[in-house]
């Protein structure tokens, strides 16, 4: 489903982050005295990269909400400019000032939302189902495969670590650049791949 201007993904932001608040509760209820840190509401081992749970109530919703809109949220529209409005709406919902506006960039993206691919290995053998459908000699895919292996790798580290101050969002920028980049070289082998799959299920008009 096409995301538009984003205003079921900040609905989403918001209860996801409601919900991440009151586990972080309970979590202090089970260990009252100890420190419990964002985000995944575990104890507090002294690390100065640790993101201890605001006390004030206002304050943690907002921590909750930039945790969601940087790990939970996905979207894809084929109107750059509702995507650009997605961006603002999210940016807004989470107070993030200290934050560039790209902040959400790795997650809502330009493109269609019916069409492209859904696991990595169709592109590896340029086949829809290449569980079932005969596949190609794979000296022609482990051509473009360690491309696909490297942007998993780049969007895996990009989302493993939560954003706390400007390194930490200058480092998000450049795995994506990174992952952006590997994408971009397998790019003209989807394009050959769904052109050929249509092809074939097009229906001559005469």
């Known amino acids: 489903m096409a995301m538009g201007s984003g205003a079921f993904l900040v609905q989403t932001c918001r209860y996801l982050a409601g919900k991440l608040v009151e586990a972080w509760q309970q979590a202090e ?40 809109a ?33 902040f959400v960039d790795h997650a809502l993206k330009w493109g269609d939302s019916l069409l492209g691919i859904t696991r990595p290995e169709q592109i590896e053998f340029l086949k829809l189902n290449p569980e079932k459908e005969a596949v190609q000699l794979r000296t022609v895919s482990d051509r473009w495969k360690p491309f696909v292996q490297r ?3 780049k969007r895996q580290e990009l989302e493993n670590f939560s954003v706390s101050d400007i390194a930490d969002i200058q480092k998000k920028e450049q795995l994506n650049r990174e992952a952006e980049a590997a994408i971009a070289m397998c790019g003209m082998w989807v394009i050959f791949w769904w052109q050929r799959h249509w092809r074939r299920r097009a229906k001559p008009l005469i």
């Open 29 to 68: 209820a089970e260990h009252p005295g100890q420190v419990v840190i964002a985000p995944e509401g575990t104890l507090s081992g002294a690390r100065p990269d640790e993101c201890p749970i605001p006390k004030d109530l206002d304050e943690r919703l907002l921590v909750a909400r930039q945790i969601v």
């Open 70 to 102: 940087d790990r939970c949220l996905y979207g894809v529209d084929k109107n750059p400019l509702a995507v650009e409005m997605a961006k603002l709406s999210l940016w807004l919902v989470t107070l993030a000032k200290g934050r560039p506006f790209t």
């Open 151 to 153: 942007a998993i790798a």
